[in-house]
């Protein structure tokens, strides 16, 4: 029985060879010749050095748009968590009627392409769209606010774009905190907001670290909200790249280009896990 028992639960790794293969071929393949190609020294690839890299990173304008990009990402997240903590917490807040309408409120935009909300956004920002209409019928502005192309729009739209992201993780951490202890805090006299900020903020950290995290890596990989919002007025390293490699055909430094983003991804992408990982420290105390 006992070894009836270890058949059914042991499985053999030879399972994962097909998910290994696909992995194998469809990325790491991939990345490898991307890699290869980044050390091409002219688009010819007549030989190879580390040419491009130094062309980059030697670069004030390549080094800004990469720090712009990277930043771009910080202000979509922190208005993202802004927007999406209050929308969390209302839904763990609420009766279980009314639940399912804020869940399909926050999974409706995944069922529409993000090009046709974006394109939303372009009617909604333009000079004769929503926003500057009602702010002239209300007699605020006299003259049209430029919201369209520019880098507060892109904000905006992003943060719209990438919401899910943020309060799905958030609905979940909240889920999971017992709430006989926002109780307890208020028998112990503690007010509405130092229960949040001594009790559920914190216990709510594993959620934010995870929205914070896909948020991030989603807003400034945007490539088409990016493009369509800022239109030529501001260019980040998605478009940075497609220039380099469909506009001028100079594949090596697209290529060394996607590398040194790929590498500060990972970065940010590290930091994120491990305040995960102080999280959970946290919470677990």
């Known amino acids: 029985m006992a070894a009836a028992l270890r058949n059914v639960t042991t499985y053999d790794l030879k399972l994962a060879a097909p998910l290994a293969l696909g992995f194998v071929v469809f990325f790491i393949t991939p990345l490898v010749i991307l890699l290869a190609l980044s050390f091409q020294a002219d688009p010819q690839g007549s030989h190879y050095g580390l040419t491009q890299y130094v062309n980059f990173l030697g670069d004030r304008f390549s080094l800004g748009v990469l720090g712009s990009t990277l930043w771009l990402g910080v202000k979509v997240t922190a208005l993202t968590l802004l927007l999406g903590y209050p929308v969390a917490w ?41 926003v500057n209409a009602s702010l002239a019928g209300l007699g605020l502005i006299d003259t049209p606010l430029k919201l369209l192309y520019t880098e507060s729009g892109v904000v905006i739209a992003l943060a719209q774009v990438q919401m899910p992201l943020m309060v799905l993780p958030l609905i979940t951490a909240l889920s999971r905190i017992d709430p006989n202890l926002a109780d307890a805090s208020s028998v112990l006299g503690s007010g509405h907001w130092r229960t949040f900020r001594k009790v559920i903020l914190p216990l709510s950290l594993p959620g934010i670290v995870a929205g914070c995290l ?24 998605p478009m940075y790249i497609y220039q380099q490699a469909s506009t001028l055909q100079n594949w090596p430094f697209a290529a060394a280009i996607s590398i040194v983003f790929l590498v500060a991804v990972l970065v940010v992408v590290s930091i994120f896990n491990a305040l995960g990982r102080l999280s959970r420290g946290y919470t677990n105390a």
Do not use: E, N
């Open 90 to 130: 209302l839904h763990q807040r609420a009766p279980s009627w009314a639940k399912g309408t804020i869940m399909l409120l926050v999974l409706l935009p995944l069922l529409t392409s993000v090009v046709v909300r974006t394109f939303a956004w372009v009617v909604i920002l333009g000079r004769q769209g929503i």
């Open 214 to 237: 896909l948020t991030y890596a989603a807003a400034i990989t945007a490539f088409i909200t990016q493009s369509l919002i800022g239109g030529g007025q501001m260019l980040f390293m």
